[in-house]
């Protein structure tokens, strides 16, 4: 069984940077699907960004240019680079995983993290 869990989060000023990581176990981490969602209060959860397995990558049109997603297979570990950050990216933020990239972007994975929070602000 994948178990995922994120770190990072914290306060940052709007226009800081932030990095969050996505800590996963399991013998099969390099050939899952990982991805990025964020749920803000009282707002559906949505996807942030996505990586394959392979390492392709697709991002949400509001966070194009300032997110970067990555994986490091050898740590086991993803991460979510963030900058210019704005007060409209304040939100829990999950890691997700799936050997299926559709589950991922969709948000029906088979792991998810427990969350860590971004707060942006001044």
């Known amino acids: 069984q994948v178990q995922l869990v994120e770190s990072g989060g914290g306060l940052v000023q709007p226009g800081g940077s932030l990095r969050l990581s996505c800590a996963a176990s399991?013998?099969?981490?390099?050939?899952?699907?990982m991805g990025w969602h964020r749920q803000a209060p009282g707002k559906q959860r949505e996807l942030v960004a996505v990586?394959?397995?392979?390492?392709?990558?697709k991002y949400a049109n509001y966070v194009k240019g300032r997110f970067t997603i990555s994986r490091d297979n050898a740590k086991n570990t993803m991460y979510l680079q963030m900058n210019s950050l704005k007060p409209e990216d304040t939100a829990v933020y999950y890691c997700?995983?799936?050997?299926?990239?559709?589950?991922?972007?969709?948000?029906?994975?088979?792991?998810w993290g427990q969350g860590t929070q971004v707060t942006v602000s001044s």
């Open positions: 399991g013998s099969i981490f390099s050939i899952y699907a």
């Open positions: 997700n995983a799936d050997p299926g990239i559709h589950e991922v972007v969709i948000g029906v994975s088979r792991y």
């Open positions: 990586i394959s397995s392979s390492g392709d990558t």
